[in-house]
Nanobody, 122 residues
Framework: HVQLVESGGGSVQAGGSLRLSCAASGSTDRYCMAWFRQAPGLEREVVSTIYIPTRITYYADSVRGRFTISRDNAQNALYLEMNSLKPEDTGMYYC?????????????????WGQGTQVTVS
C-alpha cells in the first residue's frame, strides 16, 4: 500500500514559480508516478508523468518547457518544478502512483492519490 502527501502549493503572481513535493510511503520504485490537476468546473487532467524504472517523462502540451517532473529515490519523493506560471495553471494539484498497466504512464490507471495541494496564479 502506498500513501502520498503533497505540499508546496500556494498563491503566486503570473510569471512566478512554485515547487510541489509529493512524499511517498511504500515502494514506488517500479511505478508510474504522475501529477494531475483539476481547475474548478473542469475535468482532472494529467500534467506530467514519470516511469520510475526508466525515468521516461511526459508533459502535457500546456506545460512543456515550463514544468519539470523529478524523483528523489533516497527520499522516495516526487517533485514538480513549475516556472513561468500562468493563471490557467490554477487548480488543485494531485500526486498519483500505480504500477504501469498500459504502454504509457499518461494513459495509466492510478491506484494511489494524495489529498491535493492548491495552486493559485493571479
Amino acid at each position: 500500500h502506498v500513501q502520498l502527501v503533497e505540499s508546496g502549493g500556494g498563491s503566486v503572481q503570473a510569471g512566478g514559480s512554485l515547487r510541489l513535493s509529493c512524499a511517498a510511503s511504500g515502494s514506488t520504485d517500479r511505478y508510474c508516478m504522475a501529477w494531475f490537476r483539476q481547475a474548478p468546473g473542469l475535468e482532472r487532467e494529467v500534467v506530467s508523468t514519470i516511469y520510475i524504472p526508466t525515468r521516461i517523462t511526459y508533459y502535457a502540451d500546456s506545460v512543456r518547457g515550463r514544468f519539470t517532473i523529478s524523483r528523489d529515490n533516497a527520499q522516495n519523493a516526487l517533485y514538480l518544478e513549475m516556472n513561468s506560471l500562468k493563471p490557467e495553471d490554477t487548480g488543485m494539484y494531485y500526486c498519483a502512483a500505480a504500477p504501469l498497466r498500459s504502454g504509457r504512464c499518461r494513459a495509466n490507471v492510478y491506484d494511489y492519490w494524495g489529498q491535493g495541494t492548491q495552486v493559485t496564479v493571479s
